[in-house]
């Protein structure tokens, strides 16, 4: 099965579902098998692969033949992917774009779900649980704290309040599952590649949000996330070098050098030090290293590419 032409457009308006891979072999095929059986007609399948040397993007290539596949001759990060499909997008006739990570699989009737309540100025996120764990959310959908740089409420593995069994308004999704109608990228811009990875969603959802668009919460629509399986995780040294990096980057950019930013820097600064007290007893100063380089380089402006592969220092 290939993925659906724009066809039957009464139903379901065109679709291009967005994909990034980096050396994804490994849950690449559950991730496409999942998508052969969703059952809205009007989608593309958009695949960029970062330099992958595992084969990755023949994987794709070979499981859907019309989906658009673009190659990397060097890691872009999630960001520069993106950007890269993105443009070409905003070319064609496409009505929406769906961000959906290569460690997902989704259901068969969750693009409906989403698109049942999209609109020019309206982005929609489905619910999402951790892979294996049906009755498990990820930390996917929610507010963010701006005095924190952190998720208001941490439900991670939780079954979560009745709020996620409703439509709702959210102020925040990630870009492992978020439906955005086209519009949203000319009025608010593609993603600050700045970032390369993490915290691109939280900076790209206040944007549009603040360029009048709304985020809804559509529990009709079921995600599963194998949370990690692309990157190895926030608990690795990639992961806190570009964590520690790209969080004060996040709140200096959208509360600027005032008083706000201090507040939070300080708190971020004393929470840090705490969790290098932590790995250092617990023999991980790797992830010590790696935080350090992070804040190192987002004080010295280092953003983009930070030179650090999944699982190295």
């Given at each position: 099965?290939?993925?659906?032409?724009?066809?039957?457009?009464?139903?379901?308006?065109?679709?291009?579902?967005?994909?990034?891979?980096?050396?994804?072999s490994g849950h690449l095929p559950a991730y496409l098998e999942a998508?052969?059986?969703?059952?809205?007609?009007?989608?593309?399948?958009?695949?960029?692969?970062?330099?992958?040397?595992?084969?990755?993007?023949?994987?794709?290539?070979r499981h859907f033949p019309?989906?658009?596949?673009l190659r990397n001759s060097a890691n872009?990060?999630?960001?520069?992917?993106?950007?890269?499909?993105?443009?070409?997008?905003?070319?064609g006739h496409a009505r929406y774009v769906l961000f959906l990570n290569d460690d997902t699989e989704v259901t068969p009737g969750f693009l409906e779900a989403l698109v049942s309540l999209a609109g020019e100025r309206t982005l929609v996120a489905p619910v999402t649980f951790l892979?294996?764990?049906?009755?498990?959310?990820?930390?996917?959908?929610g507010e963010f704290d701006w005095l924190r740089g952190a998720w208001k409420e941490r439900v991670l593995g939780t079954a979560g309040g009745p709020e996620y069994r409703r439509v709702r308004p959210v102020s925040s999704a990630n870009l492992s599952c978020l439906l955005v109608p086209v519009e949203a990228f000319r009025a608010a811009g593609l993603l600050d590649e700045a970032f390369f990875v993490y915290y691109d969603d939280?900076?790209?959802?206040?944007?549009?949000?603040?360029?009048?668009?709304?985020i809804l919460f559509q529990p009709g629509a079921v995600v599963y996330h194998r949370k990690g399986?692309?990157?190895?995780?926030?608990?690795?040294?990639?992961?806190?070098?570009?964590l520690a990096r790209n969080r004060?980057?996040?709140?200096?950019?959208?509360?600027?050098?005032?008083?706000?930013?201090?507040?939070?820097?300080?708190y971020f600064v004393a929470t840090r030090a705490a969790r290098l007290a932590i790995w250092t007893l617990r023999g991980r100063r790797d992830l010590s290293r790696a935080t350090l380089a992070g804040i190192r380089d987002f004080a010295l402006g280092r953003m983009g590419d930070g030179g650090r592969t999944p699982g190295g220092a």
């Open positions: 099965m290939t993925s659906r032409p724009a066809q039957d457009i009464g139903r379901v308006p065109p679709v291009a579902i967005l994909t990034v891979t980096t050396n994804a998508l052969e059986a969703v059952t809205a007609p009007a989608w593309q399948l958009w695949v960029v692969d970062n330099a992958s040397t595992d084969d990755s993007a023949g994987i794709a290539e019309q989906a658009v596949v872009l990060g999630f960001t520069g992917a993106c950007n890269r499909a993105l443009r070409e997008i905003l070319k892979a294996g764990q049906p009755d498990r959310l990820d930390d996917s959908v939280t900076d790209f959802c206040r944007r549009v949000r603040e360029a009048g668009f709304r399986a692309t990157l190895g995780g926030q608990l690795t040294p990639f992961g806190c070098y570009y004060p980057y996040l709140m200096r950019k959208h509360l600027g050098l005032g008083p706000r930013f201090a507040a939070f820097f300080a």
